[in-house]
């Protein structure tokens, strides 16, 4: 997981293939520096009401993003005393929507087919 609080360079994402990139596109113009080829641009949804386990929020990539993105930016914030962080997250409301969320194709799907088996298999029982 990439967080992105300042400009990228072109050709973004070229050969990406795994993982994700939550990258700040405040004049909206990162679609035109990144290599669309092998992934998907979204922008980050409001928070969803999910688990706030840690390990939960960092393993399913394919929701809550808003929830994951601004623990990843306090963090951040709190380890470097960066005061780009803090003013996104004093001005959350108004940051979240400029995020956009970079996710491979083939990534996506290996994570739905991933959670698909999961969702089938039936629960092993203790003493089995």
């Given at each position: 997981i990439v967080v992105v609080l300042g400009k990228t360079g072109r050709n973004f994402a070229a050969g990406m293939s795994g993982g994700v990139a939550y990258v700040l596109d405040e004049d909206d113009s990162f679609a035109k520096r990144c290599?669309?080829?092998m992934v998907e641009l979204e922008v980050v949804q409001p928070e969803e009401k999910g688990s706030t386990e840690p390990f939960e929020l960092m393993a399913h990539m394919t929701r809550q993003d808003a929830e994951r993105l601004k623990v990843l930016i306090?963090?951040?914030a709190r380890h470097t005393g960066s005061s780009r962080?803090?003013?996104?997250l004093d001005n959350w409301?108004?940051?979240r929507g400029k995020f956009k969320k970079v996710m491979p194709i083939e990534y996506r799907r290996a994570l739905r087919e991933l959670m698909a088996e999961n969702e089938n298999r039936p629960l092993a029982v203790a003493g089995e």
């Open positions: 290599n669309l080829s306090e963090n951040h962080a803090r003013m996104i409301a108004s940051y």
